[in-house]
């Protein structure tokens, strides 16, 4: 990682992870909730630092969020060998034309926030960087009817 500190793995169940996370937002409208799934999930990660990638994603969303969406959802599957996360919001989606800055330092898709409303910009690049030095990806994509999805692809085993 850039800042020269690296990651620490060790294998770790998720779905405690997502659990402690999401009750952080059970007072924030529209909250988070957290998809049936196993109850073990396990994966080599930075629990710390695979935190971090989850609160910016969960902030997103609710940050993003429109009056009356439905609450945030995050899961967690396994598949093959790789563990994926999925943060899904009912907010307005992602432009065309933003997506693929949006992992981008200092990017904002809401160009009227500024560091006084919105923070600077930061979260989804460290959040791409953090990813990437697990070897896995992230991505975003719009859902079918409004909303977006950002997928964190973890492999199962470093």
Known sequence: MRDGRSISTARQNVVPLLDELARNYEDRPPS???APTRPEILVDIDADRMRTVIRNLLENAVKY????SRPVEVSATQNGQSVVI???DDG???PERDRRSL????FRVDRSR???????GLGLSIS????EAHGGTIAA??????????VVTLPKHT
């Open 128 to 131: 791409k960087r953090i990813v």
């Open 114 to 120: 500024s560091k006084k409303t919105g923070g600077y």
């Open 32 to 34: 988070v909730r957290v």
């Open 92 to 94: 307005p989606g992602i």
């Open 65 to 68: 969020s429109l009056p009356d």
């Open 141 to 150: 994509e719009n859902n079918a009817n409004r909303g977006a999805s950002f």
């Open 103 to 106: 992992f981008e330092p200092f």
């Open 86 to 88: 999925r943060v899904t």
